[in-house]
């Protein structure tokens, strides 16, 4: 799969980026009255993570081949799952209620789904 792929030409146009951009607003909402003790521990990992899904999405458009969106996508997905689980853990700790996390996790099974939708439809291409 080493074509270059038709589709738009500026990341910017797709949807999935706009939610993950959406997604990273969230968390560093969420994130803000963590416990200081956390900012270079748990908060740093979430923004890390939470940062890695639109620019996942973003680098993978901009490669030059359907192998390599993919490929991205994939981190992405897998960024998207590490989130989900420092979210939860956030609330298990006490550091924000499940009441907080709830757009933002909604959020998260919404970009799973679609980026696994686009990996799927960029994987049956000719």
Not at 98 to 118: D, F, P, Y
């Amino acid at each position: 799969m080493s074509e270059r792929l038709s589709r738009p030409r500026d990341y910017h146009d797709l949807l999935v980026w706009k939610k993950g951009m959406e997604l990273a607003k969230q968390v560093y909402e969420i994130t803000k009255t963590f416990p200081e003790g956390e900012k270079f521990g748990l908060v740093s990992q979430m923004r890390r993570a939470a940062v890695s899904v639109p620019s996942n999405i973003a680098e993978g458009q901009a490669r030059n081949t359907t192998g390599e969106f993919i490929q991205f996508l994939s981190h992405a997905v897998g960024s998207v799952s590490e989130l989900d689980t420092q979210l939860i853990l956030s609330v298990e700790l006490g550091y924000c209620s499940q009441a907080r996390t709830e757009t933002a996790r909604s959020l998260i099974l919404e970009l799973r789904k679609m980026i696994t939708a686009l990996r799927r439809k960029l994987s049956d291409r000719p």
